[in-house]
């Protein structure tokens, strides 16, 4: 009889990617997935280390499995993901429930540690090798049917923000061979992607050298642009240094890059970008964003702020607002700076709690209104959507636009899989409501 193996991810797409691949992995040796937590045989939990108390909650998560299993055969546990990596060995000393630790350069060893498990020996494999893993996972095909799917490309970070877990989870910087990722696109195109994400933690950094040739990510969008049956090529998260020229241009020579550009800034005043380690200022920012909306007036942006870095001056809050007036963005996410255990900035002393907090209140307004008002000038108006799946709830199909906002309309589900003509009814700050246009036949 198969073994039934949980996943439950937390964070972003490359969690949602590696979850997948370790179970394609794990599929090999006789594991099925089941989408009910209390009857697993192995339990995942595929750990992120970007929100705050992210260690804590592991903890509070595994306390909820043990409950779950009390009366129970005890399921292998396994910690992946960037918390493990950060927590290693401590992980299980501290919880003995706990069986495998495993870091995210260390996912090629899933399969020969559950074969080999054995109650009485804990494992913890938190090396950074993503040269075997990459290897390892090049000869398992990618699984994903999904009309829009991931591809890892790079991993890992030598910037060293100030204020950022990356390097010290996920490695320095990895990118992997030009011709794996093709063969992989490939894949997944033929299972049905009609968009692909390309991801990286600073997924504009990919640099791969093969026959004397440098690849960057320009060469891989160049490449899957002609891939007939893709519609759609997005990339995140990205880095305003390594928004070279070559992928600048990406956007006028490519009809499948989406118009849409997740770009974090992280704050208004180049004081602050120092102190965080940026390595860019905001004139630099201002300089890509130019460049780009001379090329495609029709560009929309995303970004990423921390409120509250240690030293935050108001000056320098009132800079972050006055950058607001040059950018409306789509959409951002803005968080309080909290510490992260093991950084620089984790031993920097935090401004006041209540000033950070109406700082986070004032920007939020700003950006939010942006996203309002954005979406209301889409209103009556015709928006393409590529088509992800139905919403069960609400009887509805659900899909995304080029800026990646979400749109919810009635229509069949023939159009999965389709990008089809929506006429926008409605809107609120994150999702547009409407209906698909009549002359849309499903085919
Ligand atoms: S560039 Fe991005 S991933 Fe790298 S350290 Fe800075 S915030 Fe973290």
Redesign the pocket.
């Known amino acids: 009889m198969k073994k039934k193996v949980f996943i439950k991810t937390f964070g972003c797409q490359m969690n949602e990617y590696d979850s997948n691949r370790i179970y394609d992995s794990i599929k090999n040796i006789g594991y099925s997935k089941t989408e009910e937590q209390s009857n697993a045989d192995c339990y995942i939990l595929n750990t992120c280390h970007i929100r705050d108390k992210a260690k804590e909650k592991v903890y509070h998560e595994i306390g909820r499995v043990k409950k779950i299993y009390k009366q129970k055969k005890k399921p292998i546990m396994v910690v992946a993901g960037c918390v493990a990596q950060a927590e290693n060995e401590e992980m299980l000393n501290r919880e003995p429930y706990i069986d495998i630790v495993l870091g995210p350069q260390s996912y090629h060893k899933i399969n020969n540690l559950l074969k080999n498990f054995s109650v009485k020996k804990k494992e913890e494999e938190t090396e950074f090798d993503s040269v075997s893993k990459f290897k390892f996972f090049d000869k398992i095909e990618n699984k994903n049917n999904k009309v829009s799917a991931y591809l890892t490309i790079q991993e890992g970070?030598?910037?060293?923000?100030h204020?950022?877990?990356?390097?010290y989870t996920?490695g320095p910087e990895y990118s992997r061979p030009f011709n794996q990722i093709i063969k992989e696109a490939e894949k997944l195109v033929k299972n049905g992607a009609i968009e692909i994400t390309l991801l990286g933690?600073?997924v504009n950094a990919y640099q791969h050298y093969e026959n004397s040739k440098e690849y960057r990510i320009s060469d891989i969008i160049n490449k899957l642009e002609k891939f007939e049956e893709l519609e759609r090529i997005r990339y995140t998260?990205s880095?305003p240094k390594d928004m070279t020229d070559d992928l600048i241009d990406c956007y006028s020579s490519s009809k499948k890059l989406m118009p849409f550009v997740h770009l974090?800034i992280?704050s208004g005043s180049d004081r602050i970008l120092s102190l965080m380690?940026?390595k860019h200022k905001v004139e630099d920012y201002l300089k890509i964003y130019s460049k780009l909306k001379n090329i495609n007036s029709e560009i929309e942006f995303s970004s990423d702020f921390i409120i509250g870095y240690p030293g935050e001056t108001e000056d320098d809050f009132q800079e972050t607002l006055k950058f607001l007036e040059k950018i409306r963005f789509v959409n951002s996410f803005s968080f309080i700076f909290s510490p992260r255990p093991g950084t620089k900035a984790a031993n920097l002393d935090i401004i006041n709690k209540n000033v950070a907090k109406e700082r986070l209140i004032t920007i939020q307004k700003k950006l939010f209104n942006n996203q309002i008002e954005l979406n209301r000038s889409m209103e009556n108006k015709i928006v393409e959507v590529l088509v992800e799946n139905r919403l069960n709830k609400q009887n509805k199909l659900f899909g995304r636009n080029k800026f990646l906002s979400s749109v919810i309309f009635e229509g069949n589900e023939s159009y999965i899989g389709k990008v089809v003509k929506v006429n926008v009814e409605s809107s609120n700050q994150n999702t547009l409501f409407g209906k698909i246009e009549n002359n849309m036949k499903a085919a």
């Open positions: 970070c030598d910037k060293f923000c204020f950022c877990v990356v390097p996920r933690q600073n998260t880095h974090p992280q380690n940026r």
